[in-house]
């Protein structure tokens, strides 16, 4: 597999592969984000089949043995399918996430207790600090969470703004039509009375970078593209009420 290694923000790496087969003919990216920091994050692992390329992607940034933190949006195969496999490669690494999917699923499918992290706590990475954000069935699923690195004003927005294709590692366009496009192909968002509300939440955090799981990341206005995502979702909520 080909995984293209791009550096977004000062420190914080993207790793993409392009999946052909998946919404063909445009075909469907997979990105994983390294945090290099004294305690060095990954979020997002990605599935068991892409560990041997994803980490060798990763090791020419900084020894896999070297990796402490493991996160992701929540519990599915291309966010953590290959969790495992990182823990193993990386002795003293510890998967980080919600009360929710700890409770659920991690304390039992993680091979090393996982680290609890409570909304709005702060993680210091050493150079680095992610905060983490329960996000519950926004984009979908109970356990949902994100994180956003405060130094580089960067949130790791894991399946909100999903894009089919294969479009540049960052760009300034804005992201939401291709997003809303993907949506309406996929229908995999949640709607629900709060699913807007979540969305301008994460805005007031004023992210200056969107890290996408699937699909180009946003430089720019990150408020401004989350409050347009989140008056779409409202639309659509509005509409599914009255039918």
């Not at 949506?183 to 949640?190: I, N, R």
Request: charged fraction near 20%.
């Amino acid at each position: 597999m080909d995984v293209r290694t791009t550096e977004i923000a000062d420190h914080i790496y993207r790793f993409s592969t392009l999946v052909p087969e998946v919404a063909a003919p445009a075909g469907f990216s997979f990105n994983q984000y390294l945090i290099d920091a004294d305690q060095p994050l990954l979020f997002h692992t990605g599935p068991r089949q892409m560990f041997e390329a994803i980490s060798a992607a990763l090791s020419q940034i900084l020894p896999v043995e070297t990796l402490r933190w493991i996160s992701f949006g929540h519990v599915e195969s291309d966010e953590c399918g290959s969790m495992n496999q990182w823990l193993a490669a990386a002795p003293q690494a510890q998967v980080a996430h919600g009360a929710t999917a700890c409770m659920v699923s991690l304390n039992d499918l993680a091979d090393r207790p996982p680290r609890i992290l409570a909304d709005d706590e702060v993680l210091d990475l050493g150079g680095k600090r992610v905060r983490w954000l329960d996000t519950p069935h926004v984009p979908h699923a109970w356990e949902s969470g994100l994180i956003y690195e405060e130094t580089t004003r960067t949130l790791l927005v894991g399946d909100l703004f999903t894009q089919v294709g294969d479009g540049p590692a960052v760009t300034w366009d804005s992201i939401v039509p291709a997003a809303i496009q993907t949506e309406e192909m996929f229908h995999s968002t949640a709607l629900t009375p709060d699913t807007a509300r979540t969305i301008r939440r994460l805005a007031g955090l004023d992210p200056q970078l969107l890290a996408v799981m699937h699909g180009s990341c946003f430089a720019g206005d990150g408020a401004r593209e989350l409050n347009k995502l989140a008056d779409y979702y409202h639309g659509a909520f509005a509409t599914a009420v009255v039918a």
